[in-house]
């Protein structure tokens, strides 16, 4: 089983890699220190698991779920943060987290976590439930699939890339981009950037 460490703490993304290699059979892992080297990787392999850090720079936790929900291919993510509030958590399951765990747990439990994970099921059992509750109703000044392009338009990728990346037409890209301009008000991608870090669009 292939799995994917997205982690920027990298002391921390090489333990977890050890405690998977020594304890869970079968198991072998790819680190990767940002969410944009991991999307790079996953246009030629697809790992049967991602587990996944919530803090991360450039692209987020829950910006990067946003990406794996529209990426086509359906690979199960446990969530692994020191930041597990209950509001955290809603909002992985939410966007599409099949698990969460926090990283203090013991080895044991991080197995755990990852064969209920990969073999389609919560972790914990709990998380079932909070995933089917709806959250606070709002409407959003851009849309999630425009999120993820103003997210991955800041960690530099050109309108191509966006649009390998999320199976998507250049057009389709350059279509949301337009309306992004509009709904902001602005006429470049600076601009752009500048605006959404006012609003704290990228804040997640």
Not at 93 to 101: C, I, M, P, T
Request: hydrophobic share 40%; net charge negative.
């Amino acid at each position: 089983m292939l799995i994917y460490l997205i982690d920027d703490h990298k002391m921390f993304a090489e333990a977890m890699s050890t405690i998977i290699g020594l304890n869970c059979q079968g198991a072998e892992t790819r680190i990767f220190h940002s969410g944009a080297d991991a999307l790079k990787a996953l246009k030629d392999e697809t790992p049967q698991l991602i587990v996944l850090d919530l803090d991360m720079p450039e692209l987020s936790g829950i910006r990067m779920l946003d990406i794996f929900a529209q990426h086509g291919k359906d690979i199960p993510v446990l969530v692994c943060s020191g930041n597990l509030s209950t509001q955290n958590i809603q909002a992985v399951l939410r966007a599409g987290a099949k698990g969460y765990l926090c990283k203090s747990e013991d080895s044991a439990t991080i197995c755990d976590a990852i064969a209920q994970v990969s073999q389609g099921h919560y972790y914990p059992p709990a998380a079932e439930t909070l995933a089917g509750e709806d959250g606070a109703a709002v409407t959003p000044l851009l849309s999630r699939k425009q999120l993820v392009i103003l997210s991955l338009m800041k960690s530099g990728m050109s309108n191509s890339d966006m649009a390998d990346t999320l199976f998507l037409s250049t057009n389709t890209i350059k279509t949301h981009i337009r309306l992004m301009y509009t709904t902001l008000d602005v006429n470049s991608r600076i601009e752009c950037l500048n605006k959404a870090e006012e609003l704290n669009l990228l804040s997640e």
